[in-house]
């Protein structure tokens, strides 16, 4: 249950050069970048509630491991995909709708911070949130 709280963003790793691969235009980019994300998460055995709460917009998703499910990222994209539990860590296997290319996320705690960590095409990006 160590995901469970709120978790605000702290600082970004790369995510400008990660949202530019996931062909996300510069003016969002630029916006995304200090979009004062903050995540709600509630885990109730192997189901998960997560509120997304941000500059452009709020959105609460619920989720069980293993079972894929229809998502909209902030930008648009629609993807496809599950989140599974390995170890202390929830890994995002998502396919994107519109070219069937993988984007891979994982979120664990380190230290006292949620880092939520994403892969596509090559390109890595972390964003670090710190608990409410």
């Not at 293993?66 to 539990?85: H, I, K, P, Q, R």
């Amino acid at each position: 249950m160590a995901f469970n709280g709120t978790w605000k963003t702290e600082r970004n790793d790369n995510y400008d050069k990660f949202m530019e691969q996931m062909g996300i235009n510069v003016m969002k980019r630029k916006l995304a970048s200090h979009d004062n994300l903050k995540l709600t998460i509630h885990q109730d055995g192997d189901k998960f509630t997560v509120k997304e709460s941000s500059t452009f917009r709020t959105k609460e998703i619920e989720f069980t491991l293993g079972v894929a499910f229809d998502y909209v990222l902030a930008d648009g994209t629609e993807v496809n995909g599950s989140w599974v539990c390995e170890g202390n860590k929830l890994v995002g296997k998502f396919i994107r709708k519109d070219n069937n290319k993988e984007l891979l996320t994982t979120r664990e705690i380190v230290g006292d911070e949620l880092v939520q960590a994403y892969s596509y095409e090559g390109v890595d990006a972390k964003r670090f949130f710190k608990k409410e």
